[in-house]
């Protein structure tokens, strides 16, 4: 499961709504809302994101394979 609260940080570090970021990798507002309400993204939407919003390595695991 994704930590959401830490993926909203970056969001928001990088000055994006997540309007913003569905658009940036792809996918409709719809499926953005609800695959963070569900902390759950498919490899290839985490490893956009991780591009995006530029998260470091040292944190990757700590959102997007969070207990």
């Given at each position: 499961m994704i930590d959401t609260n830490k993926l909203n940080a970056?969001?928001?570090?990088?000055?994006l709504t997540e309007r913003d970021v569905a658009?940036?990798?792809?996918?409709?507002e719809t499926s953005m809302y609800n695959k963070m309400?569900?902390?759950?993204?498919?490899?290839?939407?985490?490893?956009?994101?991780?591009k995006v919003?530029?998260?470091?390595?040292?944190?990757?695991?700590?959102?997007f394979f969070a207990d």
């Open positions: 970056h969001i928001v570090a990088n000055g658009r940036l990798i792809g996918i409709s309400s569900k902390g759950v993204f498919g490899s290839n939407e985490m490893a956009e994101l991780i919003l530029h998260i470091p390595k040292e944190e990757v695991v700590k959102i």
